[in-house]
């Protein structure tokens, strides 16, 4: 027992092994949202370009949703809960990097993304009562 806590107290100090945790926990919730799909919600892929745009629209039934940025992806793409969302300044959205995950289970309201330059595609999941 004392060998489990111990590499437990290791992984909340090993910047790494959080990481690690944090990045197999964002698989299971994907692998989350797509099963539960099935059972009430939607997924898919949005291009998000330099004019911000819907990639969740509202929907009074959300239980959760999740964006996740494709490991290909060349630019920061920005999240928000305005059509006011931007990439830099007082209204810049939560930047999600290649491979970054952002996910919420208590907002129901359209969520935004927007690029800097170019367009970036963004996966979405969303569960539904």
Known sequence: MRHVARHASHVLHCRTCRLKLALLLAVALLFAFASA?????SNGQTDCSNTAGVIVAANIKRLSWLLTAP????????????????????????????????????????????????????????TTR
């Open 37 to 41: 799909a099935h059972a009430g919600g």
């Open 71 to 126: 490991t290909t992806n060349s630019a920061t793409v920005y999240v928000g809960f305005s059509s006011a969302v931007t990439t830099a300044g007082a209204t810049r959205g939560i930047p999600i990097d290649a491979g970054g995950v952002f996910s919420d289970s208590t907002y129901t309201g359209d969520v935004y993304c927007i690029v800097a330059a170019g367009t970036q595609p963004l996966i979405y999941g969303e």
